[in-house]
């Protein structure tokens, strides 16, 4: 019972995180950073199901994985140069190397789409080459922001 308490005491402020990090975005820089938490939304219900906290659904895993490829694709489009203006976390190294940040947001497609067709027993290793996919883009390419 208490954790049901818990949970409606901090929804609103858990809600508001988003809110709070697009605070002064604006154009391609708010839009970039609402794909990337719509992003991060589609991948927890994956993400419950590879560590086993949710019951293994098929069609939940591929529509998200869909949404994960259809926003990949845009991921360059996204970054047109020297849009660093408001509060982006994208770093100038984007733009010094192009080529090479376009071809992390294709592996990202190429990771989306095996994890489309995974079955229970590969879920877990597909999950983890998307993690390591968008990690190691953020590694490079994204500044952390106080």
Known sequence: MWKKRLILILMPFLLAV???AHKGAQGVVKQRMKAMTKLERALRPVRDMAHGKRAYDA?????H??????VAVHIPGQ??????QGPSEASPAIWTNFADFSR?????RAAAAALKTAAPETLPTAY????????GCH????IEKD
């Open 59 to 63: 069609t939940t895993v591929a529509r």
């Open 79 to 84: 970054f047109p140069e020297g849009s660093l």
């Open 104 to 108: 992390r947001a294709d592996e990202l």
């Open 139 to 142: 590694e490079k390419y994204r």
């Open 65 to 70: 994985a869909h949404l994960l490829q259809q």
């Open 18 to 20: 988003p809110a709070t």
């Open 128 to 135: 983890r080459r998307v993690m390591r996919t968008c990690k």
